[in-house]
Nanobody, 123 residues
């Protein structure tokens, strides 16, 4: 059973940047994804990585500002967020699942989640 631990969130000014980390207890499975959630809203899938070739896919709402990467030696996946906006304020989660053979941004496809890290964008 994989354990995921996110870190790197905090209070950031609009226009700033933050890099979130997702450390996995085991080698990453085929898909690793990032989601975010604000109070009263459904969890939104924002980015995924296919670990077989490190290809990435982003939701239209974050494309161009969010970048996924990973460090295999550290079993860690990153989410770089640039040009932060107040509407990016959310709890950010990473997720994976060993059963997946295709990757999606649907939260229902994932059974392993981290505890989340809060990103607050405010001046």
């Amino acid at each position: 059973q994989v354990q995921l631990v996110e870190s790197g969130g905090g209070l950031v000014q609009p226009g700033g940047s933050v890099r979130l980390s997702c450390a996995a207890s085991t080698l990453p499975y085929y898909c690793v994804s990032w989601f975010r959630q604000t109070p009263g809203k459904e969890r939104e899938g924002i980015a995924l990585m296919v670990t077989s070739d490190d290809s990435t896919h982003y939701a239209d709402s974050v494309k161009g500002r969010f970048t996924m990467s990973r460090d295999n030696a550290k079993n860690t996946v990153y989410l770089q967020i640039d040009s932060l906006k107040p509407e990016d304020t959310a709890v950010y989660y990473c997720a994976t699942d060993p059963r997946l053979r295709y990757c999606s941004l649907s939260e229902n496809d994932y059974n392993y989640w981290g505890q989340g890290t809060q990103v607050t964008v405010s001046s």
